[in-house]
């Protein structure tokens, strides 16, 4: 099991990137809440990582939290819930949130999510009810990439929540100036772009 990497981040096109440890390159999928926090190409990095062996293929994921990757893989173990869609529901939301809307049973906000419908939305909250407790928050250590996070991966979850794809946030976040910017400003000034 590989179960962190530090290295140089060689490229990055959401959701996959490449990090070079020690002539070797790590492909590796990221939900988009640590792809957009991500620094400059060439810069070093650290992630937690879960590798998935499946029969057809070998999969490595990245997160910048240990509670990321944590709430991955208690993800994985619900019935129907694949890691293309536990990435979806961490790249809507953070961490804390989702755990919110399990135990308000908020069925509502979970639907939002592309990818979950209202059978799914209850099927997470009725299987992650008894899971959720172990998934506790870790311990408050803030990783230097998380620490920029703030207004950007708030808008980030708010633009996926309401209904764009990761991909397409992608693009008209790297068309805005987001420089000193509250999560409202950005979001507001990525809906004008959208409607241009």
Do not use: W
Not at 155 to 179: C, F, H, I, W
Not at 188 to 193: E, G, I, P, S, Y
């Amino acid at each position: 099991m590989i179960g962190s990497l530090r290295g140089r981040l060689a490229s990055k096109q959401a959701p996959q990137i490449v990090v070079e440890c020690s002539g070797v390159g790590y492909e590796i999928e990221t939900p988009m809440s640590t792809f957009l926090e991500l620094p400059q190409c060439d810069s070093d990095l650290f992630l937690y990582t879960h590798l998935l062996v499946r029969e057809d293929a070998q999969i490595l994921y990245g997160f910048a939290t240990e509670d990321e990757r944590l709430m991955f893989r208690t993800l994985l173990k619900v019935n129907r819930v694949g890691a293309k869609l536990a990435l979806g529901i961490l790249s809507a939301m953070t961490t804390n949130d989702f755990r919110r809307c399990v135990e308000l049973e908020d069925t509502t906000s979970l639907s939002r999510i592309p990818g979950v419908g209202k059978k799914t939305a209850e099927r997470l909250i009725i299987e992650m009810r008894d899971r959720i407790g172990a998934v506790a928050p870790a311990s408050g250590k803030v990783t230097p990439l998380t620490a920029a996070a703030s207004a950007r991966t708030e808008a980030v979850n708010a633009l996926v929540t309401l209904g764009y794809k990761p991909r397409e946030v992608q693009n008209l976040m790297s068309k805005l100036d987001l420089e000193d910017k509250s999560a409202e400003d950005i979001i507001r000034l990525a809906l004008r772009q959208v409607v241009k």
